[in-house]
Nanobody, 127 residues
């Protein structure tokens, strides 16, 4: 059973940056593709970004391309989501998730592909 703990959320102004972290424990980190989803009030949880088991492949939702960067540190069992040029529409609760996938290069982008979820961290961007 994998446990995921997110950190790094907060209140920032438009144009600022934040770095979210997601620490994994309880399972072999290399076994999981990792992803971030977000959910704004009254909206469905949506895909943001995923990184492959190998760390060599990432997949981004179009609205965050060029602004967000996801990386993973296998030594620390942690993924980092660097968010730059934040916009008010980025405001949401951000969830880290882990997917068991056979391929080292696959980046799942559907909620139901992920078996493990963190508790979420709030990101609020003021205009």
């Amino acid at each position: 059973q994998v446990q995921l703990v997110e950190s790094g959320g907060g209140l920032v102004q438009a144009g600022d940056s934040l770095r979210l972290s997601c620490a994994a424990s309880g399972g072999p980190f290399s076994r999981y593709s990792m992803g971030w989803f977000r959910q704004a009030p009254g909206k469905e949880r949506e895909f943001v970004v995923a990184i492959s088991r190998s760390g060599s492949v990432t997949s981004y939702e179009d609205s965050v391309k060029g602004r967000f960067t996801l990386s993973r540190d296998s030594a620390k069992n942690t993924v980092y989501l660097q968010m730059n040029s934040l916009k008010p529409e980025d405001t949401a609760v951000y969830y880290c998730a882990a997917a068991v996938v056979p391929s080292y290069s696959y980046t799942p982008d559907q909620k139901d592909q992920y078996s493990y979820w963190g508790q979420g961290t709030q990101v609020t961007v003021s205009s």
